[in-house]
């Protein structure tokens, strides 16, 4: 009993002296920033803001994830920050649980293989992205799980070999993009770009 006596006495006089020794005591963590790392916050949060390219909680560049959920609590997507930017995995799943799409991402920049697929399970995209750029091959398909385009993309352009096909398996449009120009079959008049269904956002 003495011994706990002494421990609340010499806690009081520390406390008391605190002012005293230099020393501040911290009561408020509101602009501390590593308070906010690796957290988890929802998009709802009204604290959690957009400004220009960055993303910032509590007045700090956000770093940690942010999620969204369904009405019945399941995950709708994640995505990590790291200073305002994405930065690692943006994963979003479908309302029945299977996943929907992940991508990947450095200091705010797509990076890697991106893949999407639809309710069913099936494929519907992978796309390979390098500092931003589309650069490697680009792939879509039907909700039928019958291929929709194969292109070929260096630093951002089309380079190579492309294939489109129809939703019977048909092939639309198979050409070679060299030098800046479509060499085969192009699927549409006057030689004009097939339009581009990668999704950028």
Same mark, same amino acid.
């Not at 605190?18 to 602009?31: A, I, Q, W």
């Given at each position: 009993?003495v011994r706990?006596?002494? /421990? ?7 406390v ?5 020794l230099g020393? %501040?005591?911290?009561t408020?963590?509101?602009n501390d920033k590593?308070?906010h +790392?690796n957290v988890?916050?929802?998009i709802?949060?009204?604290? /959690?803001t =957009?400004q220009? =390219?960055?993303?910032?909680y509590a007045?700090?560049? *956000?770093s ?10 399941d995950?709708l997507? %994640?995505i990590?920050?790291?200073?305002g930017?994405?930065?690692g995995l943006? +994963?979003t ?8 799409e992940q991508?990947?991402f ?8 991106h ?8 494929? $519907?995209?992978?796309?390979?992205y390098?500092?931003? /750029?589309?650069n490697?091959?680009?792939? =879509?398909?039907?909700? %039928?799980?019958?291929?929709? $385009?194969?292109?070929?993309? $260096?630093?951002?352009y089309?380079?190579? *070999?492309?294939?489109?096909? *129809?939703?019977?398996?048909a092939?639309?449009?198979?050409? =070679?993009?060299r030098?800046?120009r479509?060499?085969? +079959? ?6 004009s ?5 990668v999704?950028?956002n």
């Amino acid at each position: 009993m003495v011994r706990q006596a002494l /421990l609340v006495f010499s806690f009081i006089v520390l406390v008391q002296a605190f002012p005293y020794l230099g020393c %501040t005591l911290v009561t408020s963590f509101k602009n501390d920033k590593s308070k906010h +790392l690796n957290v988890s916050i929802s998009i709802n949060d009204p604290e /959690l803001t =957009e400004q220009g =390219e960055l993303v910032y909680y509590a007045g700090s560049p *956000m770093s940690g994830k942010v999620y969204e959920l369904y009405p019945d609590g399941d995950t709708l997507f %994640t995505i990590s920050y790291m200073d305002g930017r994405k930065n690692g995995l943006y +994963l979003t799943w479908f309302e029945n649980g299977r996943k929907a799409e992940q991508r990947a991402f450095v200091e705010g920049k797509r990076q890697g293989t991106h893949k999407g697929w639809w309710p069913s399970g099936y494929k $519907k995209f992978c796309y390979q992205y390098d500092n931003d /750029l589309l650069n490697g091959q680009v792939n =879509e398909w039907y909700s %039928t799980g019958q291929p929709y $385009k194969m292109m070929n993309y $260096k630093d951002g352009y089309e380079f190579g *070999m492309q294939k489109f096909w *129809m939703a019977n398996g048909a092939i639309q449009a198979n050409y =070679e993009y060299r030098n800046g120009r479509k060499y085969g +079959l192009t699927g549409v008049k006057n030689c004009s770009n097939v339009k581009d269904s990668v999704l950028y956002n």
